[in-house]
């Protein structure tokens, strides 16, 4: 509990005890009156400054005025006619319950999302000239500093091991709880807890840019960006409370002037007193705290899942998903390849594998990953330079003076080499020095583990399309595309023609749907902004991708995909029952009323309804 939530705590069985006495005491008339205010005060005295402020703001038709006015008109009621204060008291106090239990329940789920993503890291250890270990700010701490992560401590910044070895648990980035083994040389992320052996880490970024605090930055923003319902609710709220006090004015003039006017007598008083349960009932609290909770709540849970769902506006484009497009390295595949074949022409297979591995020295594709892996002596003395890559096609260098090119048939093509066939399916990729062909190197990829488990998972959702878009060749799109079953593939394209073919995709697929396209390159960028949802691979992916999208899975797990899927789908249903739920209640009661008004009553149930929709938006915190 915050101070303030106890400090209103102690207002509200304050002003319910001093209630509760005065009903015992035998006060009459005014002095009924002032014994009556003081516990009204005591509960509602900030929400008579809010009014009041609001007025001096021009902004007046908020719930404080609705409940200002309301309270104040059941005091004239009773000051004239029924002397029953109670009404007046009781209407405030139940008013701030519901906005204590509220401010509670909000807080409460705040404060479990914070918790339950743990990766906020306090401090970094750096070893001072005393050898002794010291605690510092992880911001004062610049690229390439070597910090000590103790084993039982998080990760505070992003780096490279440079001794040690260790197990990493990654469960709060990613929702996995396969520890993960890390030596020296492998690339460590913030957030990661070190369950093991004491970790050297060399930083390669700064803190602010960090993946922890990427991911709490993320996080924290998303309510920023906000819903379609959000601002349904928000424009409501704007129109909805001026036509409510109208209607509330009509109410307590219009039928005992018709009265009055029929009969020459006019019950003024009790349509004044319908008039004011009227705007007790009118709050529309219930919507305004519910709505943007429910989105939040899901929020959270998806990133205690692995998933970051960049703001609550992407929830609504997810729960329609029809279409889901992939790219096919790194997105379905593990993006590893294993070199499965060598096939020289006019040097030997060393020299070949050299010279790939070489033109490939700078590159962060994963093909070239694979080919610098692929040759052992990558980091001798060869001068590499003028290295260019072409996105789609391959990449090119001047090796010891030679222009090599590495790359598909269209890089061949347009170094102006001649290529040699190959029977194999996987991926063959085909080096050219000088303008001639030396041969090709086949390298195969791995389907990953869930691939084929994600795209069944998405069918049984209600996808009704899912493609695959690649760069890579005809065959080895179609062996991919039938081993996981998905329906349709295009391959052999360019990044440009990736953007084309998903603009085509847009336009085929039926109103309402949406559609998800899931990469991980620099040059997925395009298409991630281009489709109605971008989902990229958090862990292989290019920081390009992974900001073009809008959502981010952390753990690069395809099945994540129907996981987001099935948390935006609840999040929407919640958030629909909460808004039809309030909505209908209002406006069932409001219509009672004219009919049957009872202040007690009203306020009983308008509280009610928001702590129903509260307690129903905080379900979105269970996993689906
Ligand atoms: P994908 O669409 O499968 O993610 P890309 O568009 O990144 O693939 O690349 C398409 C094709 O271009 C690859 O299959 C490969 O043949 C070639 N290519 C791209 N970059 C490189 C590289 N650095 N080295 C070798 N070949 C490359
Ligand atoms: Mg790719």
């Known amino acids: 509990m915050t101070k303030k939530q106890k400090k209103n705590l102690i207002r509200i069985i304050v002003s319910a005890v001093i209630t509760v006495g005065l009903m015992f005491l035998p006060f009459d008339g005014l002095l009924k009156f002032a014994a009556f205010l003081v516990p009204y005060l005591i509960v509602g005295y900030d929400i008579l400054i809010k009014a009041v402020k609001g007025v001096i703001n021009r902004q007046p038709f908020d719930e404080c005025f609705l409940m200002t006015v309301a309270t104040i008109g059941a005091f004239a009621l009773a000051l004239t006619s029924s002397g029953d204060y109670l009404e007046a008291v009781a209407v405030m106090l139940f008013y701030q319950i519901g906005e204590w239990f509220q401010s509670y329940a909000v807080g409460k789920s705040r404060k479990n999302i914070g918790e339950l993503m743990d990766i906020r890291p306090d401090y970094a250890n750096i070893e001072n000239e005393d050898g002794e270990l010291e605690q510092v700010d992880p911001d004062d701490i610049d690229i390439g500093t070597v910090i000590i992560v103790q084993p039982g401590e998080k990760i505070p910044i992003d780096g490279i091991v440079t001794e040690g070895n260790s197990v990493l648990d990654t469960a709060a980035l990613t929702g996995e709880s396969v520890p993960r083994n890390v030596k020296s040389g492998d690339e460590v992320i913030s957030g990661c807890i070190n369950l093991s052996g004491l970790l050297k880490i060399r930083t390669t970024k700064e803190f602010g840019e960090s993946t922890a605090s990427k991911i709490l930055d993320l996080v924290e923003n998303a309510s920023s960006h906000k819903s379609k319902s959000e601002k349904f609710i928000t424009k409501f709220a704007r129109i909805y409370t001026p036509a409510v006090v109208l209607s509330a004015l009509a109410l307590a003039l219009l039928p005992p002037a018709f009265e009055w006017f029929l009969t020459g007598n006019g019950d003024f008083l009790k349509w004044i007193y319908r008039a004011l349960t009227f705007l007790v009932i009118s709050c529309p609290c219930a919507l305004v705290v519910s709505v943007p909770l429910g989105f939040f709540v899901s929020i959270g849970n998806a990133s205690r899942n692995g998933i970051l769902i960049k703001g609550s506006n992407y929830m609504e484009q997810l729960a329609k998903a029809e279409t889901v497009v992939f790219d096919k390295t790194g997105t379905l595949t593990k993006g590893v390849f294993e070199l499965t074949a060598v096939h020289p022409e006019k040097i030997n297979e060393t020299e070949l594998l050299h010279l790939a591995a070489h033109v ?105 399309r899912t493609v695959v878009l690649t760069g890579d060749s005809r065959k080895t799109a179609e062996s991919v595309s039938k081993s996981i079953g998905i329906d349709e ?136």
Not at 419 to 440: A, D, F, K, L, P
């Open 489 to 624: 593939f295009y391959s052999e394209l360019l990044p440009g023609d990736k953007v084309e073919k998903a603009e085509q995709l847009l336009s085929e697929k039926k109103s309402g749907g949406s559609l998800l396209f899931v990469g991980d390159g620099i040059n997925d960028a395009p298409v991630l902004s281009r489709a109605d949802i971008g989902i990229a691979m958090g862990a292989m992916g290019s920081d390009a991708a992974i900001e073009a999208a809008d959502v981010v899975l952390m753990d690069d797990d395809p099945l994540k995909i129907a996981k987001a899927i099935r948390i935006a789908r609840k999040c929407m249903r919640i958030v629909k029952q909460n808004i039809w739920f309030s909505i209908g209640i209002k406006f069932f009661l409001l219509l009672m009323v004219a009919v049957f008004a009872n202040m007690w009553l009203a306020i009983f149930a308008d509280v009610g309804v928001m702590v129903l929709a509260v307690l129903n938006s905080i379900r979105c915190i269970r996993n689906t």
């Open 360 to 464: 490939e020295r700078y590159s962060t594709h994963p093909i070239a990953n694979s080919l610098r892996n692929a040759y052992p002596d990558e980091h001798d003395s060869c001068a590499v330079e003028d290295t260019e890559e072409i996105s789609g096609k391959g990449i090119r260098a001047k090796v010891n003076g030679n222009i090599i090119c590495v790359g598909n048939e269209k890089m061949m093509a347009y170094a102006g080499a001649k290529i040699s066939q190959c029977e194999h399916s996987e991926t063959v990729i085909h080096v050219s020095q000088n303008g001639t062909y030396m041969g090709h190197i086949v390298i195969s990829d791995v389907v990953k583990a869930t691939s084929k488990e994600a795209v069944q998972s998405l069918r049984q959702l209600g996808v009704k």
